[in-house]
Structures are given as C-alpha cells and as structure tokens.
C-alpha cells in the first residue's frame, strides 16, 4: 500500500536525520513521539493511527530498543535513483526491513538472485 509505504519511509528518513540516537530508552521514546508527530501532520492524521496503521512497527521497535535507523546504510548509498528505480532512502528501508523483517518476503529479490556485474568479474 502506497501510504503505507509513503508514512514508514517518511518516519524511518526523519529517525535518520534526526542524528545518533541518545542512550536511554526515555529519551529514544520522545524522539519517536516528535517524529511520529511530524509524519502523521505530513500525512493528514493522527499520531495513534499513523503509528498503528502507517509505519511498520519494526522501524520504531528497531530505534527505541537500539536506537538504530537506516541513517549508517543511508551514508553508503550513492543518491538519487538506482536501476531499480528506488531511490537512496528507499534502498536503505528496504534493506533495514530485510534486515530486521526478512520473513516478510516470500521469496529473494530478484537482484539477490542474478549477480551483477561487479560480482561477476
């Protein structure tokens, strides 16, 4: 679903540029409610619903107990949009969601399958 989508890269890009996570818990806690804050005005609603129904939970789970983001695999990516089509931002949700979330494919991507070329020789 396109805002489903749309509200956890949204949230998973603020976390991000939000800098290092602070070291409690507590404080961890208040910087999803701020973020969560900003991303549900973005998207028209409440911050109960878009945390319920817009932004997958392993994103929050991830930065409240870890402080961790996809701001290290953000700063590897080149920017702007790759063959895939996806941009750098997306490129690193998806890999921070096949990092933490993997049973949510069914199969590999396809780009795990086929080597590229920089494998290849």
Avoid: Q
Avoid at 6 to 33: F, N, Q, S, W
Avoid at 64 to 93: K, Q, V, W
Wanted: a positive charge; charged letters at 30%.
């Amino acid at each position: 679903d396109f805002r489903t989508w749309g509200g956890t890269l949204r949230m998973a890009t603020v976390l991000a540029e939000l800098g290092p996570a602070p070291d409690t818990p507590r404080l961890r806690h208040k910087i999803v409610v701020t973020a969560l804050r900003f991303v549900a005005a973005e998207l028209g609603n409440t911050p109960a619903i878009c945390r319920k129904s817009y932004i997958h939970p392993m994103v929050i789970a991830r930065f409240e107990d870890e402080g961790e983001t996809i701001a290290s695999s953000l700063a590897r990516m080149p920017r702007g949009r790759a063959s895939s089509g996806h941009h750098a931002e997306e490129r690193a949700l998806i890999r921070f969601l096949d990092k933490h979330f993997p049973e949510r494919r069914r199969r590999p991507r396809t780009e795990d399958l086929v080597p590229s070329r920089r494998d290849s020789g």
